[in-house]
């Protein structure tokens, strides 16, 4: 089953440097985080604080050509987690015919974000990011279990997890 959610916050793990998209339902009952790149990051940040580029970026560049082309973004869907990376897919409807691409889901929030489509996460995931392997970050860290690194990053207020500055 698929729940709607939306970017909550660019966050940085204070744990280990990494960028993080936080993604949560509109009743803040259930939320994902997602480790991704500076530069993936970057191209989120950029939309939610509608900065304004010189020149397009990627995701600005595919929002225009897939206007030209009269195709649309439907939705996208966060729909798996295997081996502690996340899967995600763009539904593209163009001449009545919807086509599903592969991608990773900081590219798939990034053009989200910028045609306005709802990003949706299935249940499984959500539940399947609970268990998440931390143990390369609690090696990093020394102390802690990987659990208790967990229940911090759920519980953590988006204000004090460090918002990512441009």
Known sequence: MMLEMKVSAIAVDPYTNTTVVILKDSEDQNALPIWIGLMEASAIAVELEKIKLSRPMTHDLLKEVLK???????????NDLKDNVYYATIHLLHNEKLHLIDSRPSDAIAIAIRTGSPIFVDRKVIERSKNI???????????????DLLEILENLPADEFGKYKM
């Open 68 to 78: 030209n082309l009269n195709a649309n973004i439907v939705r996208v869907e966060v």
């Open 133 to 147: 392997n931390l143990r390369k970050v609690k090696e990093y860290q020394g102390e802690g279990s990987s659990e």
